[in-house]
């Protein structure tokens, strides 16, 4: 039996494994079954997300996507096609008085601030967001908070059946991806709920993505740009805002964030081509001038952007619909860099500040502390990201209270999936010191068949738990190339400064960090809390868990410690199976 087949055999089975095991090699494939569970009571909700996932994979449409890259018109004459089989037409979403906002990092944090702004001027909110962290209906909010198990079922079961009666058996495509499916089905629940406004944020892309059916938004936003999804958009910063830059549409105003010269130019360039007026975000700091500074919601350093977009974007949306209290304007600033007009600069209202200060979006710089444990979540996934959710960690790690006895342990709990570069990621975290780095698959059990809103059919269990070895043995490479001296240069000694994501070594000596994958979230939770989160009280874990002597010796220390840091990173899904089990309000 080769070496990989046996540790995925110890990470299935005994739940942990140790950190220099090899990651090649075919292991048996094992998928987890589509079939829904047998109907009970209740179960109403739980069987309309089932049928969804029925529906094309999220990775199998993006292949779909990527075979016709070449010509987007066709992919939106099909959204069109899939809206008008579901009883609407492109000229109905004109009611929506829609927010469009596209972007790689910080735009679901942008329609969060803006959603919330907007809802506290007494406006009824329309919301569409993906991914979902614990349940599917998440995606579709109305006033900020996902429409009920109810209301889901009932719009579902009526869009699929009427495009199920609809389909063309001889055709290749009969029903829409499930990501296209659920945003037919958030038009749908915004007109007939009636909704002032919507929020929309774009999926993946901009120019091919399905919510580019819009034709008439009240306004466009960007937020900041990166390398993503690099087999749909391009793998250069230039590509990527040609792609971001479909969603502008002629006439509608569009703004962005601080972006580098390359892109931002393509951005310009887009705009003119459309005859779309495009103006650039002041900082924040140019608000605040003259008036208490603003406080957000949500943490972190790199979220004042998305938040001084959010503030452009409402402003722009209430003076086109009339509204009177949209702020004192301030005197004009020259543009940035001589290439775009510089948005307006005013004065927020307190409207304004107050939505900015309520503003919740749960997995983003969220901090959860519960006794002995803190638990640090936040769904980085892209370098970009990554570095501020590594500035924000170790600010807030400088900024704590330290206990006046005892150790403090530091736990990372990491995961990456589809395209993305896992080393690159780990390497921008190993500035953070961690006593244990432990892995584990976005599942939060075993098996997902009880939880239809955590299935994932587009991967078997065999190939994540893969991907977490080989996520472990980077990181382990990356250990042992710390150790070597010479290599790396001397850290800032103030968190989150400008040299403060080099790699160093903890002086006088190198940190070293033990390492761990488990089969999945509720294994590795137990592992971590020890039964001392006082919230979460598990059952008691399998002894399995404590099989492996790093295992066992690690649940010591974790057992003693005085405090425990734990940031959980490098996927959405990760963090969504996280809190689903810290949080269980969050699934009811």
């Known amino acids: 039996m080769s070496r990989a087949r046996s540790h995925l055999l110890a990470a299935r089975f005994l739940a942990a494994v140790p950190s220099r095991g090899a990651t090649t090699g075919v292991a048996a494939r094992r998928g987890l079954s589509a079939w829904p569970a047998p109907q009970e009571p209740g179960m109403e909700y739980q069987e309309a997300v089932r049928t969804l996932n029925t529906l094309q994979t999220n990775a199998n449409y993006l292949e779909q996507v990527k075979r016709q890259r070449g010509d987007p018109q066709t992919q939106l004459e099909a959204m069109k096609l899939y809206l008008a089989r579901s009883g609407l037409q492109v ?34 909110t329309g919301f569409f967001s993906s991914p979902h962290l614990v349940q599917v209906r998440e995606r579709i909010r109305i006033n900020g908070q996902p429409i009920s198990p109810e209301l889901f079922t009932k719009y579902f079961w009526r869009l699929y ?79 990527i805002a040609w792609q971001k830059g479909g969603i502008f549409k002629c006439g509608v105003p569009a703004f962005t964030v601080p972006q580098p010269d390359a892109p931002l130019a393509v951005l310009r360039d887009r705009a003119q081509e459309i005859s779309c007026p495009l103006y650039l975000c002041p900082p924040l700091e140019a608000l605040e001038e003259g008036g208490p500074p603003l406080t957000l919601g949500l943490e972190g350093e790199h979220q004042r952007s998305n938040a001084a977009l959010a503030l452009q974007l409402t402003h722009c949306w209430l003076q086109q619909k009339g509204h009177q209290d949209i702020g004192e304007l301030k005197a004009s600033r020259p543009s940035l860099l001589g290439q775009l007009p510089l948005a307006p600069v005013f004065q927020p209202t307190s409207r304004m500040r107050h939505g900015l200060r309520d503003t919740e979006w749960l997995g983003r710089t969220q901090v959860l502390r519960r006794g002995p444990l803190t638990w640090y979540l ?142 999945c979230i509720t294994h590795a939770l137990q592992w971590i809390s020890q039964g001392r989160d006082p919230v979460w009280q598990p059952p008691s874990p399998p002894r399995s868990l404590l099989a492996h002597p790093v295992a066992g010796s690690g649940a010591v220390v974790l057992h003693e410690a005085a405090a425990i840091h734990v940031l959980v990173t490098g996927s959405l899904h990760l963090v969504g199976g996280v809190l689903k089990l810290l949080e269980p309000s969050l699934s009811q």
């Open 91 to 124: 000229e109905d979403l004109d009611q929506l008085n829609i927010i469009h906002i596209t972007g790689t990092k910080g735009k679901g944090s942008t329609c969060a601030f803006a959603e919330r702004i907007l809802r506290s001027y007494g406006l009824k």
């Open 161 to 239: 059946h009427r495009l199920d009666e609809t389909k063309d058996d001889s055709s290749c495509v009969s029903m829409p991806s499930y990501f296209r499916f659920l945003t037919l089905m958030a038009f749908h629940v915004f007109l007939q709920e009636k909704v002032d406004l919507a929020v929309m944020e774009v999926g993946i892309g901009g120019a091919y993505d399905c919510t580019n059916i819009i034709r008439k938004p009240i306004v466009c936003g960007v937020s900041s740009l990166g390398i993503d999804h690099t087999g749909l958009l391009g793998d250069t910063m230039e590509k």
């Open 378 to 519: 936040d769904g980085a996934h892209t370098t970009s990201s990554m570095q501020a959710c590594v500035r924000w960690f170790r600010q807030a790690l400088h900024r704590r209270e330290r206990p006046s006895s005892g150790s403090e342990v530091r736990v990372l709990l990491f995961n990456s999936t589809g395209d993305r570069d896992s080393a690159a990621l780990l390497k921008l975290l190993q500035p953070c010191q961690f006593d244990y780095a432990v892995f584990c698959p976005n599942l939060t059990e075993m098996s997902s068949t009880d939880n239809a809103d955590q299935q994932n059919f587009t991967v078997t269990l065999d190939q994540v738990l893969l991907r977490c070895l080989a996520h472990q043995q980077h990181w382990s490479h990356l250990q042992e190339e710390q150790a070597s001296p010479g290599l790396w240069s001397t850290p800032s000694s103030e968190p989150g400064g400008p040299t403060s994501l080099l790699l160093a070594p903890h002086p006088p000596h190198t940190h070293s960090t033990s390492s761990l994958v488990f089969s």
